[in-house]
């Protein structure tokens, strides 16, 4: 029996989290940042021949939740189980005209509304922040969602225990533990940058009732799954691909407390490991992420600034797990050859993987323009250049 045979992937996974080699690099698909566009999983579709009923997993990027029949052919590891919105939240899409166009929107929990047109069908985004204009008392006064409405989590114990023990798979949550980014969703980005500067205390505010709200999300998530999955995915971005989007002493004295505060919650009541994702160039901010007790980093810019391969490996390989990095996924992914997409999977796992502590991964979600012989030749490159030569 060959050693890929003897390992499952959950094995194989949590082998690499704990910086120790498995079989073969462990493969991810199918999460908020790891994941395909509909656009490109129909082409891709398309490609093998197959028909599927196609559901969406993620409205606002558009993602596509991959069927087991694609998973399996990708060879992929991970399998992700969410908690959902509150029973009292509809979330319905509403269509309007506005100058001569036909536009979707949908509201979210906090009132952000997402919109996108029909003429250009690929992503909603932000058209209206709530708290922009808002007074520091009426922000104070703002209802937030309740995070740990027992109605969200439904269902949840049961579907990732099915997965934890019926599947071979690593089981990885959704999205979760969005701190600081909710504050800019709600404010509007530009008015959060000009009150870091002028008035502080309204990004606190902010960010002290998102913090509340997952820390209360967390109890309830941990309460019925907190014992049944490997992984738990946080995020904000906090770089660019030149460095910080904001002054890093905002970040340390405002975001990084808040941030530390919740994932020592979560390691309090978990074993799951944490799984951190901002895009850019975050090598600055990574000592900081490893104090607040991240395990892995997700997407890994390989192209931002400071972000190459080898030298992230040399600095932080034996401290933090590398999620993604596998290609560059602006420019090789949509429109290089199936040959490049190879080699430069080739080239960046032979950075990424010794030792382990390595999870494949393309640098962020797989767009609508990215060719299906690219995809293939992704995940292919993934299992043959992938191997530690265990026997």
């Known amino acids: 029996m060959s050693a890929e045979a003897a390992m499952t992937s959950r094995r194989r996974l949590l082998?690499?989290?704990?910086?120790?080699?498995?079989?073969?690099?462990?493969i991810d698909l199918g999460g908020n940042q790891t994941g395909i566009h509909r656009v490109a999983y129909e082409n891709l579709l398309a490609r093998l021949g197959w028909r599927e009923?196609?559901?969406i997993m993620d409205l606002a990027q558009q993602l596509a939740r991959p069927s087991e029949a694609v998973l399996a052919r990708l060879g992929v590891d991970t399998r992700y189980v969410a908690a959902g919105a509150p029973e009292s939240f509809k979330g319905s899409i509403v269509r309007r005209e506005k100058g001569g166009?036909?536009?979707?929107?949908?509201?979210d929990e906090f009132g952000v509304v997402w919109s996108r047109p029909d003429d250009s069908p690929y992503y909603f985004d932000i058209t209206h922040s709530p708290l922009a204009g808002l007074s520091l008392e009426e922000i104070k006064d703002y209802p937030f969602p309740r995070g740990g409405d027992p109605s969200r989590f439904a269902g949840l114990r049961e579907r990732a225990l099915t997965l934890r023990r019926e599947t071979p798979y690593a089981v990885i949550s959704g999205i979760s533990g969005v701190v600081y980014e909710i504050c800019w969703y709600m404010r509007g980005l530009e008015n959060l940058f000009i009150d870091m500067m002028e008035r502080p205390e309204v990004l606190e505010t902010i960010i002290d009732k998102t913090l509340g709200y997952w820390m209360d999300w967390f109890r309830g998530f941990l309460d019925e799954a907190g014992d049944a999955v490997d992984v738990i995915m946080i995020g904000d971005d906090l770089t660019g691909q030149d460095g910080p989007l904001f002054p890093p002493r905002i970040y340390r004295s405002i975001v990084q407390p808040r941030q530390k505060r919740l994932v020592s919650y979560i390691k309090s009541r978990t074993?799951?490991?944490?799984?951190?994702?901002?895009?850019g160039s975050i090598l600055p901010y990574i000592p900081d992420l490893l104090d607040n007790g991240i395990d892995a980093l997700n997407p890994v810019q390989v192209t931002a600034r400071g972000m190459d391969p080898a030298g992230l490996k040399a600095r932080f390989g034996d401290r933090l797990t590398f999620w993604g990095g596998a290609v560059n996924t602006q420019k090789t992914l949509p429109r290089g050859t199936p040959a490049e997409v190879r080699e430069e999977v080739r080239r960046n796992l032979a950075a990424f993987m010794p030792g382990g502590g390595y999870v494949f991964a393309n640098v962020h979600n797989i767009q609508a323009d990215v060719p299906p012989d690219n995809v293939l030749a992704l995940f292919d490159a993934a299992r043959e250049f992938g191997?530690?030569?265990?026997?």
């Open 271 to 279: 074993k799951a490991k944490i799984w951190y994702h901002s895009c």
């Open 101 to 107: 166009r036909t536009w979707e929107d949908f509201k």
């Open 387 to 391: 191997s530690y030569g265990r026997s």
């Open 15 to 26: 082998t690499t989290l704990d910086h120790r080699v498995p079989d073969r690099v462990p």
């Open 53 to 55: 009923k196609i559901e």
